[in-house]
């Protein structure tokens, strides 16, 4: 057993460690704090991909002092719900993702849109379907991933048609899984988007009962946190400058772009080509037209019940800059 002056000089000792791992816990607890990263979600298919693959965002993001860490998504919804749990930081989706988050009260806020690209999401049938207009959809079963896009292609084009929503059977399937029902014949049709829908399109023949022409704008949005916008607006521009610096590159080098775009998502060229064609690449700030334009698939929305409460657009729009 150790004598007093021995306890006391291992007393000291422990006083000491204890001192030490404290100031290195100090230590490593402020280099945290200084780390900065903006965590960015994107889907296999859109500019935030290409932006991923390119590494164009580190390098306008290092003279700021921030990183970047990138996430994949199956589809908006899954997105955004990483968005409310504080899981990412920027991300898009398009039309309806936002207004379901939104209601559900996550804290969003639009920072830029795409122009309206509504040939890049449709309604298909197989290619031997005995359906031959939107009106043929009554009492059928409809694949769709909830809360997308395409949720509000298929409300609004079943209003058009005269076929109450309720009198559809919606299925709620992610891409994989309704492209796997609608071949075995376990939908009647299918509700989805490109780059899906123009793979659909070439390699079963399925056949468009109607796409968002004269029915949606099919708009995607940029989105981010009001804290981290509030905390970060200069890394929110500087996403957003490399979303348009890509964007730019895809518009004048659509070949190119489906080539790179191929081994990224398994999709032939040719097909991504067709699917490029059909989307906007030119991110812009949120206008008050486009802010008018979502409200409107906001209160669909809440008229048919699919969203908890009314919201406001514009209450989750990025004030314009002073």
């Not at 996550?106 to 031959?132: F, Q, W």
Request: some cysteine; proline content about 7%; hydrophobic content about 45%.
């Amino acid at each position: 057993m150790p004598d007093a002056s021995s306890r006391l000089s291992l007393t000291r000792r422990g006083f000491a460690a204890l001192a030490a791992a404290g100031l290195v816990a100090g230590w490593a607890g402020a280099a945290c704090a200084q780390e900065k990263v903006v965590r960015i979600g994107y889907q296999k298919y859109g500019t935030l991909i290409l932006l991923k693959n390119k590494g164009l965002l580190e390098d306008k993001l290092k003279p700021l002092g921030y990183s970047v860490r990138w996430s994949e998504f199956p589809a908006g919804p899954q997105l955004l719900e990483a968005l409310n749990a504080g899981a990412i930081d920027f991300g898009n989706t398009g039309e309806a993702p936002p207004i379901f988050a939104q209601a559900a009260g996550a804290p969003l806020v639009y920072v830029g849109y795409e122009p309206a690209a509504p040939e890049g999401e449709a309604i298909l049938v197989p290619k031997g379907s005995p359906l031959k207009s939107v009106a043929d959809l009554k009492g059928k079963t409809v694949a769709l991933n909830k809360g997308s896009n395409v949720h509000y292609l298929l409300v609004r084009a079943l209003e058009k048609a005269g076929v109450a929503y309720a009198d559809i059977k919606p299925a709620f399937l992610t891409p994989a899984d309704a492209r796997a029902a609608f071949e075995r014949g376990s939908v009647d049709a299918w509700a989805i988007w490109d780059p899906f829908q123009a793979a659909a399109e070439k390699t079963i023949e399925a056949r468009q009962l109607a796409d968002g022409t004269g029915i949606v704008s099919n708009y995607q949005f940029y989105f981010t946190t009001q804290s981290f916008a509030d905390r970060a607006p200069q890394v929110v521009d500087a996403v957003l400058a490399g979303v348009a610096e890509i964007g730019a590159w895809v518009k004048a080098n659509p070949k190119a772009a489906a080539a790179e775009f191929s081994p990224l998502i398994g999709i032939p060229i040719p097909i991504l080509e067709v699917a490029l064609a059909r989307q906007q690449y030119d991110v812009k700030p949120i206008t008050p037209a486009v802010t008018a334009q979502q409200q409107e698939v906001a209160d669909a929305f809440f008229k048919l019940g699919l969203i908890p409460k009314a919201i406001r657009i514009s209450d989750a729009v990025r004030a314009p800059k002073s």
